[in-house]
């Protein structure tokens, strides 16, 4: 179980430019479509979005068996696109897949290897894990699928190094999503990437989503829920900190301050938050960081200060440790100030 976001849970690994140089993103339809994740790619890649000018994406929808598909939610489904939309596309996108257990037809696997050599970038929404890691794409990498098909695909495939605590997984050219909605939370992603924060924000605002949603799996994973009267303590714990990360905090404040013994305190509270006290205050202070890097132009000893991250020098430390990136290169990525018409390039620190 991951305690703090990894660094590759949201930054871009690959060179990213100011938009993609191939805006064709197509969709994988197969018969028994999860009819929820293939919603998020359109919703996402193939709505017009005026405001995007007119680098936007072009969606298209490809099927390898039928072109007409029977789809979960008694739908039928027709490909708008064909194989050869798939091997000219600059993105290819598996929305789940139809089982952990059925079987993936060779001529998938071999049709997304051909794409991925002519230098498509590929993405996994949930279950769709299992169609890259049957093509071979996954071995050797770090990859991520929802939590209940996580020790599944582990075992299936032992050269994939599973992370289930990840909303989803940026490996440049491969990128992984975890349950259906983290779809969402990836596609924003890609968006962000391509074409900055800005317009990423105004997807998410038409969607009614957060553009970034912290935490990850292990805050959804099931859990005994606390009394309501320890959860209510506990939540009054929770909105003080959130309040004053400026102040030091320790388990024994927040202890005191929810009436219960440390030992007592630390249990309930890794039951609530699937955290340590001491590791979630730290991810809120990185959640408040992020936030002020991307809206205004406030100087990093000042974030340092507010958050309660004490100094400029720890504050690029713990950037570099838990997202790899220095503040600066964040607040350049992910700034939502107009952003400058020339094209940028922006690479990952190791």
């Not at 969709?27 to 995007?52: H, K, N, Q």
């Not at 039928?66 to 939610?73: F, K, N, S, W």
């Not at 059925?102 to 169609?131: E, K, T, W, Y």
Request: aromatic fraction near 8%; hydrophobic fraction near 40%.
């Amino acid at each position: 179980m991951a305690e703090l976001p990894d660094k590759t849970a949201f930054m871009p690994k690959n060179e990213i430019s100011s938009f993609p140089a191939n805006r064709r993103v197509v969709s994988l339809v197969y018969d028994g479509l999860c009819t929820f994740e293939f919603g998020i790619t359109a919703e996402v890649f193939g709505l017009d979005r005026p405001e995007a000018g007119p680098n936007w994406y072009q969606f298209k929808s490809v099927s390898l068996e039928d072109q007409v598909l029977d789809a979960r939610g008694g739908l039928t489904v027709a490909a708008t696109g064909t194989e050869a939309d798939l091997h000219g596309a600059g993105t290819i996108v598996i929305p789940g897949w139809r089982g952990p257990d059925a079987p993936v037809p060779d001529q998938i696997c071999n049709a997304l290897v051909r794409a991925h050599r002519g230098g498509a970038r590929i993405i996994s929404i949930c279950g769709g894990a299992f169609v890259l890691a049957a093509a071979g794409l996954l071995d050797g990498r770090r990859a991520t699928t929802h939590w209940r098909f996580a020790k599944h695909l582990a075992r299936r495939y032992p050269a994939i190094e599973i992370d289930a605590s990840c909303l989803y997984i940026d490996e440049g050219d491969i990128l992984t999503s975890a349950g259906s909605s983290a779809g969402i939370d990836l596609c924003l992603h890609i968006v962000r990437s391509d074409f900055g924060a800005e317009l990423a924000n105004s997807v998410a605002r038409r969607l009614v989503m957060y553009s970034h949603r912290q935490g990850g799996q292990s805050q959804l994973i099931e859990r005994p829920v606390p009394m309501k009267r320890e959860a209510d303590r506990l939540s009054a714990v929770l909105d003080h900190v959130q309040v004053n990360l400026q102040h030091p905090h320790t388990v024994s404040s927040m202890a005191r301050h929810a009436g219960m013994s440390e030992r007592t305190f630390q249990r309930r509270f890794r039951a609530l938050t699937g955290l340590p006290p001491l590791k979630w205050i730290l991810r809120e202070r990185l959640e408040q960081a992020r936030a002020l890097l991307e809206t205004g132009s406030t100087v990093p000893d000042d974030i340092a200060r507010v958050t309660g991250l004490g100094s400029a020098e720890n504050l690029r430390l713990q950037f570099s440790r838990h997202y790899g990136v220095s503040p600066l290169i964040y607040r350049n990525r992910f700034s939502q100030r107009p952003r400058s018409s020339a094209p940028t390039t922006f690479l990952q620190l190791d």
